[in-house]
């Protein structure tokens, strides 16, 4: 059974950072999806088990970069020139299919159980 945990959310201003990290067993992708009041869950960004393949969405691209540290069991998402339109909850996510490094999110069978984060205007 995977376990996943998700830390670090927060209120920022507009052109500000935050840090998340998703503890997460296991040999597997895992990716960071995020839901907005009022809209569909979307894909953020996703990594390989070995880091060496990453993935993101053309709306954090140059702003967002995914790490992991699989010493420590954890993924990271940093959030650099937040925008109010990153306002969401966000959800670390593992495959059902190891391997996969991609947007779908039926693909993803193991969810967080989100972390809030805010960004003023």
């Known amino acids: 059974q995977v376990q996943l945990v998700e830390s670090g959310g927060g209120l920022v201003q507009a052109g500000g950072s935050l840090r998340l990290s998703c503890a997460a067993s296991?040999?597997?992708?895992t990716a960071w999806f995020r839901q907005a009041p009022g809209k569909e869950r979307e894909f953020v960004t996703a990594?390989?088990?070995?880091?060496?393949?990453?993935y993101y969405a053309d709306s954090v691209k140059g702003r967002f970069t995914m790490s992991r540290d699989n010493a420590k069991n954890t993924v990271y998402l940093q959030m650099n020139s937040l925008k109010p339109e990153d306002t969401a909850v966000y959800y670390c996510?593992?495959?059902?299919?190891?391997?996969?490094?991609?947007?779908?999110?039926?693909?993803?069978?193991?969810w967080g159980q989100g972390t809030q984060v805010t960004v003023s205007s």
């Open positions: 990594i390989s088990w070995s880091g060496g393949s990453k």
């Open positions: 996510a593992v495959p059902n299919h190891s391997d996969y490094v991609g947007s779908s999110s039926s693909r993803y069978d193991y």
């Open positions: 296991g040999r597997t992708a």
